[in-house]
């Protein structure tokens, strides 16, 4: 079981950083082939939005790989903290990079939706309570 536990905590930590290495690769791709065609501006946004996205799903397998090797491997306080810290982090991390694509917080998506499909002369509903 250790000797598993171990070989996918190292597999998922390779494909975090093959992860992230490719969507840079090919988020600078796309970028290069597109930079002559569309608005500057917004070329740049999809480009950072496609870095974005490629570096979280990358953080999703590192702490997988992560939580294998702190509750499996080395159960110990310091681990479990250790790994409390690196959650903490993903956390913002994810939380600003989701910002930086949506240009808003995640939980403004419903509102902003339901602000986009209302027709102008209706008035806004009341909120939910």
Sequence with gaps: ???LAHFASEALETASFAV???SVAIATVLFL???GRED???NYRAYRANLGRGILLGLELLIAGDIIKSVVLDPTLQSMLVLGGIVIIRTFLSLSLDVEINGHW???T???ALTQTRPPDEPPAPPAQ
């Design 1 to 3: 079981m250790q000797d």
């Design 20 to 22: 992230i290495l490719g």
């Design 33 to 35: 082939m597109h930079l």
């Design 40 to 42: 500057f501006e917004a």
């Design 106 to 108: 995640p939980w403004e």
């Design 110 to 112: 419903t509102r902003l």
